[in-house]
């Protein structure tokens, strides 16, 4: 072989096996990159919902210091049947000062409903730590009244703030006497809580996949719906309450796909649903947990001991 024909073959470079070879090897490459940001990025946000629940554990703590009690679940008068009749403030609203935002605060006329004319730009304001960074919503929603027997929708009654976080009722359909912290003008103290701070879950995540939630209160007279449209949900439908508050009442362990739209959920990767107890700690909790286990951490005084190991 003289010099002129290695020449030539030198200069014809990869062959197609070799290229495809390389390319493959590149696809390969930029996949675990790929992979390893994503990772990163969600354990950047579960960071962030984490420390956005220890602030709010924070928050309920510093309000029942000053208050010799925690936060009502929401507020709100009865009509002649029992019914709620406003104005429906909730926990969190109550709590604004707790977080910095008196201005917000001071601008809110507990007086009046939520939907009133002179709330309005209040109920709008969207706050970041009220948000799980791993679920995508809008900043406002429609608290929509419906026919109490065909479910349509009837009307638009307020647009509210979002939020990813509910506070825990108990086990029963949120409204009043919850077996939790939580519920309709609800006043709990420290000594109420005879199953220990530590083991009553306050405050947790809800996607809005499985239905809204804002911070700002219960519209009276909305219904709460999956804003999938039911596809992960076995009801589509529930009361207002269930805009500021969650429940563990039906057999089913946080982040179930079968779940009521006024349950707890999460997008976080791992099957679970993040968590703030009394105390101030944050946990997982996952959707392969004992139901019995997770209704015992629901409520305020049911006399279960729960050893941490049980979630």
């Known amino acids: 072989m003289d010099h002129f024909t290695r020449r030539r073959r030198s200069a014809a470079g990869f062959s197609l096996i070799e290229l495809m070879v390389v ?5 390969v490459l930029m996949s675990l990159v790929l992979a390893a940001v994503q990772s990163a990025r969600e354990a950047a946000r579960r ?16 309000y029942e210091s000053a208050n010799e009690s925690f936060a009502s679940g929401y507020c709100s008068s009865i009509d002649a049947q029992g019914n709620d009749a406003g104005p429906g403030w909730g926990w969190s609203a109550l709590m604004l000062p ?16 939520i939907e ?6 209040c109920r709008l304001t969207p706050y970041t730590w009220f948000q799980c960074p791993s679920d995508t919503v809008r900043m406002t929603w429609p608290a929509v009244r419906r026919d109490s027997s065909s479910g349509a929708g009837v009307q638009t009654i307020c647009e509210v703030a ?30 109420e809580i005879t199953d220990g701070l530590e083991q009553t879950i306050f405050v947790g995540e809800r ?12 519209v009276t007279n909305a219904f709460l719906d999956s804003s999938d449209g039911g596809n992960i949900t076995r009801y589509a439908r529930a009361t ?40 101030g700690h944050v946990a997982f909790l996952k959707s392969t947990m004992n139901a019995k286990t997770y209704g015992a951490l629901a409520t305020r005084a049911g006399g279960e001991v729960v050893p941490p190991e049980g979630y």
């Open 207 to 218: 996607a809005h996949g499985l239905a809204g939630a804002t911070w700002v209160g219960s």
């Open 98 to 113: 707790y977080f910095e935002t008196m201005p917000t605060y001071n601008s809110i006329n507990f007086g009046l409903a």
């Open 240 to 279: 207002s309450p269930g805009m500021v508050l969650g429940h563990a009442g039906d057999g089913h362990a946080p982040g179930d796909p079968q779940s009521d739209v006024n349950e707890f959920s999460s997008l976080h990767s791992g099957n679970g649903v993040h968590f703030v107890f009394g105390d």
């Open 116 to 121: 009133s004319p002179s709330n309005l730009t």
């Open 162 to 191: 979002s939020s990813n976080y509910i506070a825990m009722y108990g086990l029963g359909e949120p409204g009043p006497d919850g077996e939790g912290v939580y519920f309709r003008d609800s006043h709990i103290t420290r000594r």
């Open 47 to 62: 960071a962030y919902c984490v420390n956005s629940l220890k602030q709010i554990g924070l928050a309920l703590l510093n």
């Open 23 to 27: 390319i493959g090897v590149l696809v």
